[in-house]
């Protein structure tokens, strides 16, 4: 996300107020809940974004994402998270809405404002990390919410917030080979981390800045492999109409110091962009959102493609394709 810092009805409602405003490709989308899978986009029955990717235990593959809601009126009013699962990166199961702003016992009363999460498990708990608001002045309230569940898209129940940190958006949590957990959030140009207690809930010790990223903007995401760690974000790249694209760095160490790697993704059809990095099935994918299905900044369609490394662990370039091929 940048930051300024169905029912069903008839087709005739459709036309008069999505035809003209968002065009006939939104309009098709507004007028039907079930799709079958056409690749890119792989969600198409309602508009998602700021894609957080897991592989649990049960091996299937899960994203956790945010939802703008048609007709568009702005991230301001995004209001709900909806999880979806797949076990051939094809087939895709939606689960449902599994939080919302009405439930959050210390939200801002206006609702909306619930930005990228992502996930986390420990000792047969789901974490479940967002961003809110706590209050009107929303860019100064800003605060990390945790639900939990015994089950991966379901049943999640508001635990609290972090406290003792920045008011920031884009949670990341990553859970090293030793179960050492750390937290990172980000945005406006900063990207802090920190570990996490055992408890999944509070910082242990303090924040640090994150050291030798370039150009950094928002949508913070690590990953490891062959013993690196990998941070990749969105940076502030605005050219042309064109806006962010997806940069990279490495480090021994969860917490830096980092050395930027490069550009890993050119920018989609989107305003935005928010990625996360995962490995399924002995294949790693990049997961992403653009505007294809709506050319509408602010309806925004998650998206999946493979990402392939060089050699030396360098990401090559990824490639924005109309979809995978399934998995087995």
């Known amino acids: 996300m940048r930051k300024s810092f169905i029912v069903k009805r008839k087709i ?40 957080s990717a897991h592989v649990w235990a049960d091996g299937r593959l899960y994203v956790y994402a945010s939802h703008d809601i048609a007709p568009p009126r702005g991230c301001d009013l995004m209001d709900q998270y909806h999880v979806f699962s797949t076990d051939d990166m094809v087939h895709w199961k939606d689960h449902g809405e ?29 974490y479940f990390y967002f961003p809110h608001p706590s ?14 569940s015994k089950k991966p898209a379901s049943d999640f129940k508001v635990q609290g917030f972090i406290e003792g940190i920045d008011p920031m958006i884009d949670p990341c949590v990553f859970i090293d080979d030793d179960g050492q957990a750390y937290f ?15 408890n999944m809930v509070e910082i242990d010790g303090e924040m640090k800045k994150m050291e030798g990223l370039e150009d950094f903007h928002e949508a913070t995401w690590i990953h490891k492999r062959n013993g690196v760690y990998y941070l990749s974000y969105s940076d502030n790249h605005d050219v042309d109409g064109k806006h962010n694209r997806m940069r990279y760095a490495t480090s021994n160490s969860p917490l830096g110091p980092w050395k ?28 992403y959102h653009n505007s294809v299905l709506s050319n509408h900044d602010w309806l925004r369609s998650v998206c999946v493609d493979k990402l392939y490394f060089n050699e030396d662990g360098s990401i090559k370039m990824v490639e924005q394709t109309s979809g995978v091929k399934p998995k087995p």
Request: proline share 5%; hydrophobic share 35%.
């Open 184 to 198: 990172y959030h980000g945005g406006g140009g900063t990207c802090k981390g920190g570990k996490l207690k055992d």
């Open 98 to 126: 599994i939080l919302r702003a009405s439930q959050v016992p210390w939200g801002r009363k206006e609702g909306g404002f619930m930005w990228a999460p992502d996930c986390a498990y420990k000792n047969g708990t789901y």
């Open 12 to 51: 005739v409602l459709f036309a008069a107020a999505g035809i003209v405003a968002l065009g006939v490709s939104t309009l098709f989308l507004f007028g039907f809940t079930k799709d079958k899978p056409k690749g890119n986009p792989i969600i198409r029955h309602m508009y998602t974004a700021d894609p």
């Open 260 to 287: 930027h790697q490069g550009i890993y993704m050119e920018p989609t059809d989107s305003y935005t962009n928010h990625g996360s990095i995962v490995e399924f099935k002995g294949q790693w994918y990049s997961f």
């Open 135 to 148: 209050g009107t002045e929303w860019n100064t309230t800003w605060k990390i919410g945790v639900a939990t």
